[in-house]
């Protein structure tokens, strides 16, 4: 099955620095890579998503970039603020299953030093 | 409504107890899911129903039972559970076509088992 592996496990940035955060996946037919974003006590909530189809998206302060051939993906948030701190989980998902089974990273622990 | 809501928010039951989780969307999405989450570690998929059938079981022990009534609704049964089996537990829901996107969680109901 599916293997997704995330780095690093904690990221501590000063507020206005970037954070990047580093996936890798082990299955070529994967070819949906979500990123979540879990505030302590909440629900994982969908912050960007990229399909394999696509190199590259931009939402406001954040972007995933995702290289097919060396079968990785980053997240980049710019401009980091307080509230960016959380936990983060990239994911990959394999097409040809109903629905969409998601196999996530171990997660990525940010704070942001005001 | 994008809303998935999860009853009951917290759950104490001893390992002789009967219990059951649900869950309920509003979205029209035929695809819904458990996931189980332990503390500082990401969602571990257990089940997947699409169009209300049972269609991914990762080898979940049976003392955690599925049932999807309806297109709406989702439970997850609990009996003779192991203090092991302490944990946040997520359903999410998405459309339910082959590589769908975004799933939709809930917030989870938060188990202890003594």
């Known amino acids: 099955g599916e293997n997704v592996e995330q780095h690093p496990s904690t990221l501590s940035v000063q507020e206005g620095d970037s954070a990047v955060i580093k996936c890798t996946y082990s299955?070529?037919?994967?070819?949906?890579f979500p990123w979540y974003k879990q505030e302590l006590g909440k629900r994982p909530q969908l912050i960007i998503d990229?399909?394999?189809?696509?190199g590259e998206k931009k939402d406001q302060r954040i972007a995933v970039t995702l290289n097919k051939t060396a079968k990785h993906f980053s997240l980049h948030i710019t401009e980091t603020q307080p509230e960016d701190s959380a936990v983060y989980f990239c994911?990959?998902?394999?097409?040809?299953?109903?629905?969409?089974?998601?196999?996530f990273g171990g997660g990525t622990r940010v704070l942001v030093k005001p | 409504d994008t809303e998935v809501t999860q009853t009951p928010k917290h759950l104490v039951m001893g390992m002789t107890n009967k219990k059951s989780l649900k869950c309920e969307q509003h979205?029209?999405?035929?695809?819904m899911y458990w996931y189980k989450q332990k503390a500082k570690k990401p969602p571990e998929l257990m089940f997947v129903?699409?169009?209300?059938?049972?269609?991914i079981n990762e080898s979940v022990p049976s003392r955690f039972s599925p049932e999807c009534p309806n297109s709406s609704l989702l439970n997850l049964h609990l009996h003779a559970l192991q203090p092991e089996d302490s944990a946040l537990y997520l359903c999410?829901?998405?459309?339910?076509?082959?590589?769908?996107?975004?799933?939709?969680f809930g917030e989870g109901s938060r188990l202890t088992v003594l």
């Open positions: 129903y699409s169009y209300e059938k049972l269609s």
């Open positions: 994911a990959a998902s394999i097409g040809g299953a109903a629905g969409n089974k998601l196999t």
């Open positions: 299955d070529s037919a994967s070819n949906y």
């Open positions: 999410a829901s998405s459309q339910a076509q082959t590589g769908a996107g975004e799933l939709f």
């Open positions: 990229i399909r394999s189809n696509v």
């Open positions: 979205m029209g999405h035929r695809a």
